[in-house]
């Protein structure tokens, strides 16, 4: 979409298939939604595919990840850190 022209059904197409390939598709896939790291892989994802214009990619990639996660950057890198303190405690006890 272009800033100071109204969006056509066209460009709203574009942008749902855009959406689609990185939350679902190809791009998805290759992010790897909800595995820690997600964001940042979508980061480096996105701007290559954008060739360096990344002016705007981190927005992108958050609204992504809550598309895609139902839950946003902080809430997730949260539950990550939790898990992998669980796991640590567990390992540093011997248990499984």
Known sequence: MVAGREA???D???VARLKE?????SGGKAISWGSPGDYDRC???VTAAVKGNASFVKGYCA?????????????????????EGR??????EGKK
């Open 87 to 92: 796991d640590a405690i567990k390992k540093a």
């Open 63 to 83: 609204e992504l990840h809550i598309h895609a996660t139902g839950m946003n950057t902080t809430e997730h890198a949260k539950m990550v850190r939790a898990a």
């Open 43 to 45: 980061v480096a994802l």
């Open 12 to 14: 709203a197409e574009a």
């Open 8 to 10: 056509t059904p066209k």
């Open 21 to 25: 390939y990185w939350t679902t598709g």
